[in-house]
């Protein structure tokens, strides 16, 4: 757990968190990034898809009820799979990643219900931090 290297422009505070199973051969990734503003993380947003697009084998992933301010998409470099979900909300950019998994409708299903979770979290954070 620490700051979100990959964070883009001037985001006000950013976390990253790392799961993996027991031997590391596969692992999810689950990243927030506050913005101060709402145009800022809009930037920030588009800035990201914009990076995520020209990384070499990129691929965008079909999924239904995503929203109009997310992506989905996959690289496989090395014999490695990465599916990737970027979503905006507010002054939030929240964004997941499971490494070496394939790109199944099963996987990319699971990648957007955890990201929701934590799209949810964030802001009842934010929201208790606001009350204070």
Do not use: C
Request: proline letters at 5%; hydrophobic letters at 35%; glycine letters at 8%.
């Amino acid at each position: 757990m620490g700051h979100n290297l990959t964070a883009v422009a001037n985001a006000k505070a950013t976390r990253s968190v790392i799961y993996a199973n027991s031997d590391s051969s596969k692992k999810v990734t689950i990243t927030v990034d506050q913005y101060p503003t709402a145009s800022d993380a809009s930037s920030a947003y588009q800035e990201a898809v914009a990076k995520s697009k020209i990384v070499p084998g990129f691929k965008p992933v079909p999924a239904e009820n995503l929203g109009q301010d997310a992506f989905v998409g996959t690289v496989t470099q090395g014999g490695e799979t990465h599916i990737g979900l970027g979503a905006l909300h507010g002054t939030l950019i929240v964004g997941a990643t499971l490494a070496r998994y394939d790109p199944t409708p099963e996987n990319t299903a699971k990648l957007i219900s955890l990201t929701r979770e934590e799209e949810r979290a964030a802001k009842a954070a934010m929201d208790r931090n606001r009350q204070k």
